[in-house]
T-cell receptor, first 111, second 113 residues
């Protein structure tokens, strides 16, 4: 069974304090790993897709990286507006088109 | 583009009542997904459609749940009869070809009392 585990469950940072969120996965064959951002009361918003180990994607203060067992979402010098829940999801070769999500990391950035 | 549109945004109903959730996907997207989100279990796939045809409904928890997609621009998720444990946020998402990130709607928060 495909499994996606995110850590920590919650993270509190001061503005400007860089950190990383972790997503570890156990799947039969990874087709792609997705990162989403979810604000309270809203649906998840797509951030990145990573397809192979060693791949990196960047968007503003966020950088996602991928290894064969896990992905990291690095947040550099975060701002309060980066506060949200970050979700990781995997798409596998057998579960074509569908995404299996982790439970997310709730990030709070204080000014 | 208005994005994925779900209605209603909030639904409060009594146990035993029928509930119908609605979704309008993005035009041109061939895939439509229904997910349920709870604190305990996170986001869970219930069912998905490709070109209006249900492909995988293994995530539908019970026979009380049913979903339809009569055309490319509309889908419904029905719960009959509803139970308190069905309380959750239900999301609809669509995708152009299934290979890329989904676009989610804003969800329907369902409360069954």
């Amino acid at each position: 069974e495909d499994q996606v585990t995110q850590s920590p469950e919650a993270l509190r940072l001061q503005e400007g304090e860089s950190s990383s969120l972790n997503c570890s996965y156990t799947v039969s064959g990874l087709r792609g790993l997705f990162w989403y951002r979810q604000d309270p009361g809203k649906g998840p918003e797509f951030l990145f897709t990573l397809y192979s180990a060693g791949e990196e994607k960047e968007k503003e203060r966020l950088k996602a990286t991928l290894t064969k067992k896990e992905s990291f979402l690095h947040i550099t010098a975060p701002k309060p507006e980066d506060s949200a829940t970050y979700l990781c999801a995997v798409q596998t070769n057998s579960g074509y088109s569908t995404l299996t999500f982790g439970k997310g990391t709730m990030l709070l950035v204080s000014p | 583009d208005a994005g994925v549109i779900q209605s209603p945004r909030h639904e409060v109903t009594e146990m035993g009542q029928e509930v119908t959730l609605r979704c309008k996907p993005i035009s041109g997207h061939d895939y439509l997904f229904w997910y349920r989100q709870t604190m305990m279990r996170g986001l869970e796939l219930l069912i998905y459609f490709n070109n209006n045809v249900p492909i995988d409904d293994s995530g539908m928890p019970e026979d009380r749940f049913s979903a339809k997609m009569p055309n490319a621009s509309f889908s419904t998720l029905k719960i009959q009869p509803s139970e308190p444990r069905d309380s959750a946020v239900y999301f609809c998402a669509s995708s152009r070809d299934g290979n890329y990130g989904y676009t989610f709607g804003s969800g329907t928060r369902l409360t069954v009392v």
